[in-house]
């Protein structure tokens, strides 16, 4: 009997790194497990998400629940009532979670509950940072997890340091580089402009603080720098006066930045993916964060990290010449997701 399987995902990056799961269902998997996605709405914006579902030929979701923006409690309270709910009905055998939101974290608590068995993709990633609402929801998720599929074998030592059963982890690499490949932008020539990305609560909750950034950023950088905002960074900028070589611009779409970051002459962010998606095109990358879940971009990889923006020309100068031998750490690859589902099959 063919297992049932749902998957959810609430935000862009959700959507990014289940695509190859979906694609890889279909073209191999298809005779062996039904799947069902639910898609949260946390980035509610259409902008923010329906054009992901494009840029990946993906049919939208069984089942969307426009959650919109709340506070972090009412957020995973709301999301748990709905997956409950939906659950209740549709009965699956597995659950299967991606990464560190908070519809992560309220699928994971409702499938505990309830009984059903669940994954995380993703898991082990850690950024030691429990001030960080991502790390908070990693820690509590790999507990509840059954089955744990870790994309770097930092992330599988970081499990068994914390006592999970080294038989409930498997190594099956980072699904995102899967989804690169869909793109193919690797070979792109690199052109005289940067790209920047902000969200993170630290960089741009502080009026104040995100004005330094951006001022000190524009004085610092001597060609244009792209700056797509993110709907929570765009009420802090309006009383922002923008340095002339900062473009501000509406959130791209996947393949859009994707494009932008393989061609750009290096990209400042505080995100995770964007932090990975560089080290993959082999793009020079500066963190504005003071610790990174990925360690292995800033080890073998492009990406600097940077708390004081102050020193971004040395920060990017770093980048720049680390971009020059970055490698790819084992199982960043275009078989992830067949990793998944067979690791997936033989747990059920």
Known sequence: MKKKIAIVSGTRPNIVKIAPLLKQHLSSYEHLIDIELFHTGQHYDFSMHGT???DFSLPLPDHIFEIRDMKTSAQIGAVMTEL???????????????????STLAAAITSSKMGIFLVHLEAGVRSFDMSMTEE???VVVDLLADLLLSPTKTAVFNLEKQGISK???KLVGNILAESLLKFNHKDSERENFGLMTLHRPFNVDDEQNLER?????GKNTDVPVIFPVHPRTAKNIINIDIPENIRISEPMSYSEFIGSLSKCAFVITDSGGVQTEATILKTPCVTLRKNSEWPETIETGTNV??????GIKVALKEASQKSLSATLPLFW???VSR????SVIAAL
């Not at 950034?213 to 950023?217: P, S």
């Not at 990793?339 to 067979?342: H, M």
């Open 305 to 310: 990290l940077l708390e004081d923006p102050s």
């Open 167 to 169: 038989s409930s982890v």
């Open 333 to 335: 690859d275009g078989e």
């Open 136 to 138: 908070q929801n990693r």
């Open 213 to 217: 950034i951006i001022l000190t950023i």
């Open 339 to 342: 990793r998944i589902w067979e």
């Open 52 to 54: 992901f579902f494009e």
């Open 84 to 102: 409950e709910k939906a659950f209740e009905k549709k009965n699956p055998d597995a659950v299967l979670v991606v990464g560190d939101v908070n």
